[in-house]
C-alpha cells in the first residue's frame, strides 16, 4: 500500500436548526451584494424557497432566481442559468435544493467567467488547470436534502443531453466558501426523497470504506457516517418532523461527499450511465445496485466490513452487513431491481460504455472491464 495522498477538507458550515436566517452574513462573508438563487423547479414555488428569498430581500440583496433545473441537470439547464446570471448583473451564486440545484449552481458561478466548454473542464486528469480561476463566481450552499453532500464538493455532475453521459465537472473553487445546514429546510421532504437521498448518503460512505486508496481521515468519516445513516434513516423516514433525525442525516450526507474523496466505485459506475439515458432517481439507484456491488467486491472488502459490522450494530460480519443491506433497503420501499424503475437491457451497449469510462471505476476495490460491468448490470436490472 502506497502511503501517499492529496488531501483538502471541506470549507465553512453554518450548522443547525433555523440558520438559514444567517443568509445575509454568508452573503457579506463570500463578497456578495446581488447574489442569484439558484433551485430546481420543483423548490421553485415551495415556502422554503420563497422564505430565503425574503431574506434576501430584506437585507437589500434583491431576490433574483433561477430554477430551470432538470432533475438530471444538463448544460442546456447551464447555459440558460449563466444567461440569467449575466444578464441579472449577479455577484455570485446561492445553490439551493438537493442534489441538481446545488450541482447547477455550482456550475453557473464557475462557468459565469469562462470561455472555453463546460466540457472542457471534465475531472480528468489535470484539465481543471484549463479554467480561469478569477472567472469564478463566490458560491454559497444550502442543502434541502440530506443526500449527495453536493454542499460541500468540489464538483458538480452535469448531463451531456446530446450523449446522455453524465459528466463530472472539477474545480478546487466549485468547493462553495459558505454552507449553511439547517435541518429545518429538510423537514418538508416526501418519504421517498428523505429515503432515495439518505440511501445516495450512505451508498458514499459505502464506496469510500470499501475503496482501495489510502485516506484515513475519510475511511473513518465513512464508518461514522455509515452509521448515522443506519440509526437516524429510519427515524427521518418514519417521522419527517423529526430534526434530530434530519440534523443527523444531513451531517451524514456531508460526511459521504467528503469521505468519497478517497473515492466511489462499481455502485456510482452502474449508476450515472443508468440515470443518464432512462432518468431515474440516482440515489434509489444507487441503493438498488449495492446488494449486487457488495457481493461482487467480497472478497476484496470482507476483512474491513468484519471489523466494522459490531461497531454500525450489525451481527454477523461481512455477511451479516451483506444481508442488513437488503433489508434496510425493503425497510424503505425501494425496488429489488432497476427494471422496476423503468430500466431494460435494449440499451446495454451504451451502460456499459457510460460505466467503463466513468470516473468512479478507478475507486472500486476489484478491476472493472466491461465484461464484468455487463454481468453487473444484468444482476441489478
Given at each position: 500500500?502506497s502511503?501517499?495522498?492529496n488531501w483538502?477538507y471541506?470549507?465553512?458550515?453554518?450548522f443547525?436548526a433555523?440558520?438559514?436566517?444567517?443568509l445575509p452574513?454568508?452573503c457579506?462573508?463570500?463578497?456578495?451584494?446581488?447574489?442569484?438563487l439558484?433551485?430546481d423547479?420543483?423548490?421553485?414555488?415551495?415556502?422554503?424557497?420563497?422564505?430565503?428569498?425574503?431574506?434576501m430581500e430584506?437585507?437589500?440583496?434583491?431576490?433574483?432566481l433561477?430554477?430551470?433545473v432538470?432533475?438530471?441537470p444538463?448544460?442546456?439547464?447551464?447555459?440558460a442559468g449563466?444567461?440569467?446570471y449575466?444578464?441579472?448583473g449577479h455577484?455570485?451564486?446561492?445553490?439551493?435544493g438537493?442534489?441538481?440545484g446545488?450541482?447547477l449552481?455550482?456550475?453557473?458561478?464557475?462557468m459565469?467567467?469562462q470561455?472555453?466548454?463546460?466540457?472542457d473542464?471534465e475531472d480528468?486528469?489535470?484539465?481543471?488547470?484549463?479554467?480561469d480561476p478569477?472567472g469564478?463566481a463566490?458560491?454559497?450552499?444550502?442543502?434541502?436534502?440530506?443526500g449527495?453532500?453536493?454542499?460541500?464538493?468540489?464538483?458538480?455532475?452535469?448531463?451531456?443531453s446530446?450523449t446522455?453521459e453524465?459528466?463530472i465537472i472539477?474545480?478546487?473553487?466549485?468547493?462553495?466558501?459558505?454552507?449553511?445546514c439547517?435541518?429545518?429546510?429538510?423537514v418538508?421532504m416526501p418519504k421517498?426523497?428523505?429515503?432515495g437521498t439518505?440511501?445516495?448518503a450512505f451508498?458514499?460512505?459505502?464506496?469510500?470504506f470499501s475503496?482501495?486508496?489510502y485516506h484515513?481521515?475519510s475511511?473513518g468519516?465513512?464508518?461514522?457516517g455509515?452509521r448515522?445513516?443506519i440509526d437516524?434513516?429510519?427515524?427521518?423516514?418514519?417521522d419527517?418532523?423529526?430534526?434530530?433525525?434530519r440534523?443527523q442525516?444531513?451531517?451524514a450526507?456531508?460526511?459521504?461527499s467528503?469521505?468519497?474523496?478517497?473515492?466511489l466505485?462499481?455502485?456510482?459506475?452502474?449508476?450515472?450511465?443508468v440515470?443518464?439515458i432512462?432518468?431515474?432517481?440516482?440515489g434509489?439507484?444507487?441503493?438498488?445496485c449495492?446488494?449486487a456491488?457488495?457481493?461482487?467486491?467480497?472478497?476484496?472488502i470482507?476483512?474491513?466490513?468484519?471489523?466494522?459490522a459490531?461497531?454500525?450494530g450489525?451481527?454477523?460480519g461481512?455477511r451479516?452487513?451483506?444481508?442488513?443491506?437488503k433489508a434496510?433497503?425493503?425497510?424503505?420501499?425501494?425496488?429489488?431491481?432497476?427494471s422496476?424503475?423503468?430500466?431494460?437491457t435494449e440499451k446495454?451497449?451504451a451502460?456499459?460504455?457510460?460505466a467503463i469510462?466513468?470516473?468512479?471505476?478507478?475507486?472500486?476495490?476489484?478491476?472493472?472491464t466491461?465484461d464484468?460491468?455487463?454481468?453487473l448490470f444484468d444482476?441489478?436490472?
Amino acid at each position: 500500500m502506497s502511503l501517499m495522498g492529496n488531501w483538502s477538507y471541506p470549507t465553512a458550515v453554518k450548522f443547525g436548526a433555523g440558520r438559514i436566517k444567517e443568509l445575509p452574513e454568508a452573503c457579506m462573508q463570500a463578497g456578495m451584494k446581488r447574489p442569484l438563487l439558484v433551485t430546481d423547479k420543483g423548490l421553485a414555488d415551495l415556502p422554503i424557497t420563497d422564505a430565503a428569498l425574503d431574506i434576501m430581500e430584506a437585507a437589500g440583496l434583491g431576490r433574483g432566481l433561477f430554477s430551470e433545473v432538470d432533475p438530471n441537470p444538463s448544460e442546456i439547464n447551464l447555459n440558460a442559468g449563466v444567461e440569467a446570471y449575466k444578464a441579472g448583473g449577479h455577484d455570485g451564486v446561492i445553490a439551493f435544493g438537493g442534489g441538481s440545484g446545488l450541482d447547477l449552481g455550482k456550475m453557473v458561478a464557475f462557468m459565469s467567467g469562462q470561455t472555453r466548454p463546460v466540457w472542457d473542464f471534465e475531472d480528468i486528469g489535470d484539465w481543471w488547470t484549463r479554467a480561469d480561476p478569477a472567472g469564478i463566481a463566490p458560491i454559497i450552499a444550502v442543502p434541502t436534502t440530506a443526500g449527495t453532500g453536493s454542499e460541500v464538493g468540489r464538483a458538480s455532475i452535469i448531463t451531456n443531453s446530446a450523449t446522455h453521459e453524465k459528466k463530472i465537472i472539477f474545480h478546487p473553487k466549485v468547493l462553495p466558501s459558505v454552507v449553511i445546514c439547517d435541518p429545518e429546510l429538510t423537514v418538508g421532504m416526501p418519504k421517498f426523497i428523505t429515503a432515495g437521498t439518505g440511501l445516495d448518503a450512505f451508498a458514499h460512505c459505502v464506496e469510500a470504506f470499501s475503496s482501495p486508496h489510502y485516506h484515513p481521515m475519510s475511511q473513518g468519516i465513512a464508518l461514522e457516517g455509515m452509521r448515522l445513516v443506519i440509526d437516524y434513516l429510519p427515524r427521518a423516514y418514519k417521522d419527517g418532523s423529526d430534526l434530530e433525525a434530519r440534523a443527523q442525516m444531513m451531517s451524514a450526507a456531508a460526511m459521504g461527499s467528503t469521505a468519497f474523496q478517497k473515492g466511489l466505485g462499481a455502485i456510482h459506475a452502474l449508476s450515472h450511465p443508468v440515470g443518464a439515458i432512462f432518468n431515474t432517481h440516482h440515489g434509489t439507484t444507487n441503493a438498488v445496485c449495492m446488494p449486487a456491488v457488495l457481493e461482487f467486491n467480497a472478497d476484496a472488502i470482507k476483512d474491513r466490513f468484519d471489523r466494522a459490522a459490531g461497531y454500525l450494530g450489525v451481527d454477523g460480519g461481512f455477511r451479516g452487513f451483506q444481508n442488513f443491506v437488503k433489508a434496510f433497503n425493503d425497510s424503505f420501499d425501494i425496488p429489488r431491481k432497476l427494471s422496476e424503475m423503468g430500466v431494460s437491457t435494449e440499451k446495454m451497449d451504451a451502460l456499459v460504455e457510460g460505466a467503463i469510462h466513468d470516473p468512479s471505476c478507478g475507486g472500486n476495490p476489484v478491476e472493472l472491464t466491461r465484461d464484468n460491468l455487463r454481468q453487473l448490470f444484468d444482476a441489478v436490472i
